[in-house]
């Protein structure tokens, strides 16, 4: 239809353009934007500006500097491989981006989408369009660019077709449709219509648009030229009522509706008693479905999604192939779930299923402007009814149906199960939520990356002492004696102030190399190797999902080596999130046999106070241990295997005597023979009780039922938007109560045996407000209309009846009912089961039918539509009468005991927040090792702000106490509201700083988050957050390092982490090897690289008191500045990247190595000074040795001289370089092949250059090559590196002797059992028998934790 008026100014121009592409871009750079844009970046690092500012400065010739372009070599080298490192990386995000860009999806071509804007096709607009694009910036004059290239395409296209068959061929859509593809539309034209002749005026239409709305307003004019108008029979008045709900049909009248042609998108001709739409008709034979790509896409476009196809657009859906007018999606690549979703289509339009169809239909859409919300859509479709009566009467009347969430599909959903969908496409590219939600992660930055820059501060500082000391004594030595002022070359100054302030820039570029140029490329490169590591590590790959290990933030690794709080979801992240029935209370009665882990947890718990009560009765603290493993004995499952596979087997022959179940599944996970017991007694009450309760569970569910094996057609797999909801559906099925599909509204269950069928009147869906979720329906053999009902049991209770009319047995059964079940429902929680109340209803017609009045206008409405919905359902949902309760289980992940165990032995400290019950989550505690038996428990349980605070205060008084018992603390989400506030909160962060795992029992998103923030901001400590939820998304970004599990409950935590897992006891690997690995290996490299540069800068500075400080060069300028990008750079680089103190095997079997990184053992302060001072001393040693030996006169054999300033700069330089690279060699805690070879080319390359440039006739260099063929010179380096090393070496042995870190006392104890194994031949390694390398075992019984 035409675009109103309203969207036109006073000139006839849109308002609105909308230049919205479907092209989505997520590189960063473009063509015409990379050199600018990524030199942009790299220069807002300070020190790149502070080297650019210094080649600057090389380029006056008053300081003095030869060959300026080569002081702009490293600056240039470090530009050049980050500039390549970054255009890899976003080649490789453009080379996705085109392939989603140009992937192909159907839409209709050749008809006019009204609301693109009008092409701006001139030539300036196609020109400035082309670097508009290069630019990657999306406007008219870009579309316009893109528009012409498409034209110029078609025509090329055309040119090549022969014209005598473009009435046929053209015409064909695609063959996978198995049908014709000449629509409605291709049938005007050359062949004759199949309908007869339309009635009247809609006759008339298609030959003149007199009747066709114009933009200025909606008033219509019948013609009334015709002999027909004249003696037309008088007109109804107009009843909005009768005419029919669909933007097809505007007659008022109701013909029954067409029949569904099955599968086809291009079924033969609409029935003669549909009439079509007025308004412009394109009459064009080429209208067809056509492949466009997906960056061609535009809002308005109809498009035509296939089965097993991705949605390339936010899409409202018109219409699809199945008969109820529903299709069904798969979420997985937008949230991650993989459970299939139903949505509907609208009613109005869910008779286009043809191209004709879409041709003829008017109407247009209100929509709400882009946002993120993935499950919120509220928009309006509006089409005007326009048939003669309303013409004739001047009236005009539009209708609305209301577009909900239910009636969308996003961009990122595949369509299953379903031969088409007909949408029309609302938000593109990056307007869909989808990317609107793609938020890049918040912007981190390393803990060690921090307290470096105090480190290179503390070098501008150094730098800015000797400039200016250098630059105070060449002014007091301007009228001194001596040759150097012969020898400046009229790069001095004419006064002693003037010379002096050029001595300060000149001795600037002289020590320039004091700031690591290469410091910061080179820990990018080592942390990108760290990640390719964790990413390769098959040791935490999941094969069973195919998940590696995905680093997304890859400049934190080191932050993995420093963790001391790690903050945990329970559901998914400890748990499988794979639900399994275990029991049910039904009418009062118990069912349901086994232990699960959290029973088994409580038993511990019973054990520990029985073990207390021992101790304090014995009052000997010796034999606690005795008693320990005395009991541990004692705790075992009374339930075995073989005991339950004998009920399991009983049970089901039971229920073969009762009735025929063809359909249970492979694994029920629901056993109690007691159940058919119950239920052979039909006649009792509780068999109609338990046969309510399974009916209600096959009833009261949104799953989808498949076969997926066309072999058993018996075998019925279930599809749930939960785990849970699927688990409900599936035991109900193992029981005898099958879900066998869904036609319409119409559910098929066969109970016991028996087919029975209900209609579904309403589904009141879950959310997590309401926590419950109702349907109403009515059996096809009976008038009554019921409700059922499940939920948490909180929310139903309080809407059970409590008025029962005088019906005093009832209200006698109901509230006993109500006290056992609940009890019932607290004991299932305390075993650790996740725990639903189900409940029904009765409903009149008389109440039905004004309530459903009410609900229909409320999911209508445009404005408020969920609280209105809520509102309603909370009118119906009253008056409840109780059936009982379900129990399901959610079992532990492999590992995770053992993970938590060794994570609490390396020091890290556990809080876990979940919104479990305070029972549940104890006893889950306890299963999980997360609570040992040595643990006193503190469990804080206020219900208001004054009890809360008076509980922490005895806590607090409680826990002042120094001894090393552990403690627990456990707390609920009402305290934590209370705890959390600012008077309080130091409270909680002191209680829990002394204990060593905390619980905090149902807390909310927001919660999370806060907690996280009080110990990170609180503590200053490095904190972990790892989950597998959306709700999990807030306390992941708080955290320094956010882990996100691929689990079951969407990707929406691992989009926002900076790691990926597949399981929870992948965290142990990752911090205890490559979280250790990475701290050690990147603080050696830094100090690494202050070391060498200040040991340079130095031997620089220490030959300014023989040259009158005028800023003169010991060494030739190339040396200078390939020192730090080629000679020195590669050793350091390798060892970040290869050095290992301890093997994977060994630093798993000693987790307390772990708490080297938290206590911050190897970046100290203090550390770095020594390091400096070492250094400085070492320069000394470098320069004045060599110097003092050659000060005489030395000689070579052939007579010429050695002690010159250009034969000493060399002579030092080269011993400078080898005592730099054997510093890092010095470093090393394993010694391999790589390593070697890497320091041995470095020194290698430098002799190479020095003799290949010295081959060429400079003034300064020609011949120095001669030095390095001289026993003088050879006697000399080895002098100089001894007497280099020899305090270092000294300090070293001292501090591995009296103050060791903890790597140096394993790795000195397992070289001794290693030797002591090969001495007494033993075959078994340390590794393969831990019981002889135990952490507190053999040479060195130190505990590492007291350290």
Not at 402 to 427: H, S
Not at 1005 to 1033: E, F, H, R, S, Y
Not at 1311 to 1334: C, M, Y
């Amino acid at each position: 239809m035409e675009l109103p008026a309203t969207e036109f100014d006073e000139k006839g121009r849109r308002k609105q353009k909308l230049n919205i592409s479907n092209r989505i871009r997520t590189a960063k750079y473009t063509p015409l934007s990379f050199i600018p844009k990524n030199l942009f970046e790299q220069f807002r690092n300070v020190a790149n500006l502070y080297f650019l500012f210094l080649v600057i400065l090389q380029c006056i010739p008053i300081f003095g500097v030869v060959q300026p372009a080569v002081s702009a070599l490293p600056l240039i080298a470090i530009l050049v491989i980050t500039g390549i490192k970054d255009g890899i990386e976003d080649l490789k995000r453009n080379q996705s981006d085109d392939r989603v860009n140009n992937a192909k999806t159907l839409t209709l071509n050749n008809w006019k989408n009204t609301n693109l804007p009008d092409s701006t096709g001139g030539f300036f607009s196609i020109f400035i369009g082309f670097f508009y694009v290069m630019a990657g910036i999306e406007n008219k004059y870009s579309q316009a660019y893109r528009e012409s290239l498409t034209k110029r395409k078609n025509k090329q296209k055309k040119n090549g077709v022969d014209r005598s068959r473009r009435g046929t061929e053209d015409k064909l859509p695609l063959n996978e449709l198995n049908l014709p593809s000449s629509s409605a539309s291709s049938q005007i034209g050359d062949q004759p219509p199949l309908q007869p002749p339309l009635p009247s005026f809609h006759q008339q239409q298609q030959g003149n648009n007199h009747h066709a709305p114009t933009r200025n307003g909606s008033k219509f004019r019948l013609r009334s030229n015709t002999l027909r108008s004249m003696f037309r029979p008088p007109q109804k008045p107009y009843n909005p009522n009768k005419v029919r709900h669909s933007v097809l049909y505007r007659i008022d009248s109701t013909p029954a509706p067409s029949s569904r042609r099955g599968s086809t998108v291009h079924p033969a001709l609409l029935p003669p008693v549909k009439a079509p739409l007025e308004g412009p008709l394109a009459a064009n034979g080429d209208v067809a479905w056509k492949p466009t790509s997906w960056k061609d896409v535009h809002p308005g476009d109809y498009i035509l999604i296939r089965n097993d196809e991705d949605v390339p657009a936010d899409v409202v859906i018109l219409s699809t192939s199945d008969p109820d007018h529903i299709c069904y999606i798969e979420t997985q690549n937008l949230d991650g779930e993989t459970n299939l979703k139903v949505r509907q289509a609208l009613v109005a339009t869910s008779e286009i299923n043809s191209v004709k169809d879409c041709q003829h239909g008017e109407f247009y859409i209100e929509s709400e402007p882009p946002h993120v919300n993935l499950y919120q859509y509220s928009g309006v479709l509006k089409w005007q009814i326009q048939d003669q009566q309303t013409i004739h009467s001047n009236i005009t009347h539009e209708k609305t149906e209301a577009v909900t969430y239910n009636n969308i599909l996003l961009r990122g959903c595949v369509v299953r199960n379903t031969e088409w969908v007909i949408g029309v496409v609302v938000y593109t590219g990056d307007d869909t939520k989808i990317m609107m939600n793609t938020g890049q992660t918040p912007s981190k930055r390393s803990k060690m990356a921090k307290k470096t820059n105090p480190h290179v501060i503390a070098n501008f500082v150094i730098l800015a002492i000797i400039c200016v000391i250098s630059s105070v004594m060449d002014s007091i030595l301007f009228r001194s004696e001596g040759s150097a002022r012969f020898f400046d070359y009229e790069i001095s100054g004419t006064n002693a102030t003037y010379d002096g302030f050029i001595t300060f820039w000149v001795t600037l570029i002289l020590y320039q190399n004091i700031v690591p140029i290469s410091l910061y490329i080179s820990v990018e490169i080592v942390k990108t190797f760290a990640a390719y590591f964790i990413y390769s590590d098959i040791e935490i790959y999941h094969p069973e999902t195919d998940t590696p290990c995905i680093a997304k933030t890859w400049n934190i690794s080191d932050d993995l080596g420093q963790i001391e709080y790690i903050f945990s979801d329970k559901t998914g992240t400890l748990t499988q999130n794979v639900m399994e029935y275990r029991k049910c209370t039904i009418n009062g009665v118990k069912y349901g046999l086994g232990t699960t882990e959290a029973s088994m947890g409580a038993k511990i718990r019973e054990a520990v106070e029985k073990r207390q009560s021992k101790h304090q009765a014995l009052g000997d603290f010796d034999d606690l241990e005795d008693l320990v493993d005395n009991d541990s004995s004692t705790l075992h499952i009374n339930d075995s295997t073989a005991i339950l596979d004998q009920a399991k087997k009983e049970m089901y022959e039971k229920q073969a005597r009762l009735f025929q179940n063809d359909h249970v599944g492979p694994n029920p996970t629901f056993i109690d023979p007691k159940l058919y017991d119950d239920l052979a007694d039909s006649e009792t009450a509780q068999a109609n009780f338990i046969t309510h309760f399974f009916m209600t569970l096959s009833l009261c569910h949104t799953v989808i039922a498949e076969r997926p094996d066309e072999e058993n057609p018996n075998m019925i797999d279930y599809k749930a938007q939960s785990p849970d909801e699927a688990a409900l559906v599936a035991t109900a099925r193992d029981c005898g109560f099958v879900f066998v599909g869904r036609e319409a509204n119409t559910v098929h269950v066969r109970i016991k045996g028996e087919d029975k069928y209900f209609e579904i009147l309403n589904v009141l869906e879950f959310n997590s407000a309401r926590k419950r979720m109702s349907v109403i329906l009515k059996p096809h053999d009976s008038d009554k209309i019921i409700l059922l009902c499940k939920g948490a049991d909180s929310i139903i209770y309080e809407r059970l009846c409590e008025d029962f009319g005088g019906q005093t047995e009832l209200q006698t059964s109901q509230e006993e009912l109500k006290e056992s079940t609940s009890a019932q429902l607290e004991e299932f929680a305390t075993e650790g089961l996740r725990t639903l109340c189900l409940a029904y209803r009765f409903i009149s017609m008389e109440e039905y039918k004004p309530w459903n009045k009410r609900y229909l206008e409320a999911s209508a409405s445009i404005y408020n539509r969920e609280e209105k919905i809520d509102e309603a359902c909370e009118a119906i949902e009253t008056n409840m009468l109780l059936m009982g309760g379900t129990a399901i289980e959610d079992r532990l992940q492999i590992g995770v005991p053992e993970t938590i165990a060794e994570l609490a032995k390396s020091g890290i400290k556990l809080w876990v927040l979940t919104g479990d019950k305070t029972e549940t989550a104890i006893n889950i505690g306890f299963a999980c090792n997360l609570l040992s038996q040595e643990m006193d428990l503190i469990i804080i349980k206020g219900q208001t702000r004054e009890e809360t605070k008076t509980q922490l205060e005895e806590a607090l008084e409680s826990t002042n106490t120094e001894g090393e018992r552990k403690r627990a603390l456990v707390i609920d989400g009402t305290t934590l509201k209370y705890a959390l506030e600012p008077k309080t909160k130091d409270m909680v962060l002191l209680l829990g700083m002394r204990c060593n795992s905390v619980l905090c029992c149902r807390v909310s998103p927001k919660q999370k988050a806060q907690v996280v923030a009080l110990v990170k901001k609180g503590l200053k400590v490095m904190t972990l957050a790892i989950g597998d939820g959306a709700n999990d998304v807030s306390m992941i970004q708080e955290a320094n390092i956010g882990i996100g599990i691929s689990g079951l409950e969407g990707r929406q935590a691992v989009m926002a982490s900076d790691y990926a897992i597949a399981q929870f006891r992948f965290l142990h690997r990752l911090l205890l090897v490559h979280g250790r690995w990475s701290y050690i290996r990147t603080s050696e490299m830094i100090m690494g690289f202050f070391y060498k540069n200040i040991f340079w800068t130095f031997i620089l500075f220490w030959y300014q008191i023989f040259c009158q400080f005028t800023g003169s060069m010991l060494f030739e300028y190339a040396l200078v500045s390939l020192y730090n990008v080629v000679f020195t750079s590669l050793p350091i680089i390798f060892l970040g990247i290869w050095d290992q103190d301890l093997s994977a095997k060994i630093s798993l079997m000693y987790p307390e190595l772990y708490r080297m990184g938290p206590r911050n053992d190897l970046f100290k302060t203090w550390r770095f000074w020594l390091t400096m001072f070492d250094s400085i001393y070492q320069s000394v040693v470098c320069f004045f040795f060599p110097y003092m030996l050659l000060i005489g006169g030395g000689v070579d054999p052939i007579g010429l001289d050695q002690n010159s300033m250009y034969e000493i700069g060399t002579l030092v330089s080269s011993i400078a370089v080898c005592v730099a690279n054997f510093f890092v060699a010095a470093s090393l805690y394993s010694f391999t092949w790589i390593q070697i070879g890497v320091i041995a080319l470095s020194i290698l390359v430098y002799y190479a250059f020095v003799c290949i440039y010295a081959q060429f006739n400079t003034f300064i260099f020609a011949g120095h090559s001669r030095v390095f063929a001289t026993g003088m010179y050879w006697l000399i380096f080895i002098l100089t590196i001894v007497a280099c090393f020899i305090p270092r070496f000294i300090a070293l042995h001292l501090l591995h002797q009296y103050k060791p870190y903890d790597n140096d006392i394993i790795r000195e104890k397992e070289l001794v059992l290693k030797k002591k194994n090969k001495a007494t031949n033993k075959s078994s390694s340390p590794v393969e028998n831990p019981s002889t390398s135990g952490p507190n075992e053999g040479v060195y019984d130190i505990k590492l934790q007291d350290r």
